[in-house]
């Protein structure tokens, strides 16, 4: 009987240990079914001022570049300056050997002597024949035959002087002197090579001004079009007059310090490439700029006035649509389809989707979906990068 009850209460205790076994697994999963909500972070919509900023590659030239070519036949005798420095206008450069020419010389002078002399004998025939013509003792005829042969030499006269010019034209193109002032680069030839014929060197050198420095850029049809509109705009709002100023973005990233100005547009769209070709001028009073170098090139042409603007990181390209996720007061997770317009570096302007005050997500995106509850950090605003410029994205 005793044995009987130890049995029945060893049950009952199996039993209740079995329940409390069973209601704690059931809580444990209940727990692991109810995950927490994801983390997220998240900035304010703000509102502000934006300029439109456009960028585009270039390279630059020198004010001016001049070409020195070898412009007469002939062996290089000498070199006469140190390549790569800045030489002064008129300073010799190079030398070619100009006996030849100095012969040509010699030989246009001759001729020009010899016709003189014919010259001056045929004048003195036209005095002695005019007295005599006039007293009857030669025929006009005469007269005239001595005039035609005075006006024969005279013309040969002529002709000796002009050769005799082209002569020493000639060789004075034997000494190459520098037609600018400005830096001077490594010779295509060196002393003792034939020079002034095709293929060997005819371009000597190239001389560039940089006391300024020249960027040139292609923009497209519809940039310009775009810069136009907006240039318009902006100079109607501000009673004109402003003139667009223009930045330098070198290789290193840095921003060249002083402003650059246009110089002129080309006259046609090329038909080839549809884009349109500027050139800039940058003062470059230290010689840090030189020509050959690539570099971006960026302007202002316009501004937003209360521009809606978020970072561009929170925005996400689903099936050709822009869209970003929105919290609300409820930490609900909103999703928003938005109409961009430009981007201006890390920042983004919203043309229609969000409002000012609005907070969006800026990271963790990719765990967030649609009426999520989430766990949102309000975070720093990105660092103002308007001044690093971008393309419409999107938008207009």
């Excluded at 300056?81 to 010389?105: A, H, P």
Aim: with cysteine; charged share 25%.
């Amino acid at each position: 009987m005793k044995q009987s009850y130890v049995r029945r209460g060893l049950i009952a205790l199996m039993i209740s240990i079995a329940l409390v076994a069973g209601v704690l697994s059931g809580c444990t999963e209940e727990k692991q079914a109810a995950p927490s909500a994801p983390e997220v972070q998240v900035v304010e919509v703000i509102q502000r001022d934006m300029p439109i900023t456009k960028e585009w590659v270039g390279q630059t030239t020198g004010a001016e570049d001049v070409e020195i070519r070898a412009r007469v036949n002939g062996w290089l005798t000498s070199i006469n300056f140190r390549e790569g420095t800045e030489v002064g206008k008129g300073t010799l450069l190079y030398t070619i050997d100009d006996s030849e020419l100095r012969q040509q010389v010699a030989e246009a002078q001759g001729r020009l002597a010899q016709a003189r002399t014919m010259l001056a004998r045929a004048k003195s025939d036209v005095n002695r024949y005019r007295p005599l013509a006039e007293a009857g003792a030669v025929s006009q005829r005469d007269l005239e035959t001595a005039l035609a042969e005075a006006g024969s030499q005279q013309g040969e006269v002529d002709a000796a002087e002009a050769s005799l010019k082209v002569a020493e034209i000639n060789l004075s193109y034997a000494r190459v002197t520098a037609p600018i002032d400005g830096l001077i680069g490594i010779s295509a030839a060196r002393v003792g090579d034939f020079v002034g014929r095709p293929p060997n060197p005819v371009i000597l050198n190239t001389m560039s001004r940089v006391d300024s420095v020249h960027v040139r850029f292609s923009i497209s049809e519809q940039e310009y079009l775009d810069i136009v509109r907006r240039a318009t705009v902006q100079q109607r709002a501000e009673g004109g007059g402003k003139k667009t100023e223009f930045e330098l973005v070198l290789a290193d990233g840095l921003t060249y310090p002083l402003k650059g100005r246009l110089v002129y547009l080309q006259r046609e769209i090329d038909a080839s490439t549809g884009t349109l070709l500027l050139e800039t001028s940058f003062p470059n009073p230290d010689k840090i700029l030189r020509p050959g170098q690539f570099a971006r090139v960026r302007a202002i042409f316009s501004e937003v006035k209360g521009a809606t603007v978020i970072p561009t990181r929170a925005v996400t390209e689903l099936q050709g649509q822009y869209i970003v996720y929105a919290v609300g007061a409820d930490n609900k997770a909103q999703f928003r389809k938005v109409q961009l317009g430009p981007k201006l570096g890390r920042l983004q302007i919203i043309e229609q989707g969000v409002n000012p005050g609005e907070k969006i997500v800026v990271e963790g995106i990719q765990k967030v979906r649609p009426d999520m509850i989430l766990a949102p950090t309000t975070v720093e605003y990105p660092g103002d990068s308007t001044s690093v410029a971008g393309q419409p994205e999107g938008g207009k």
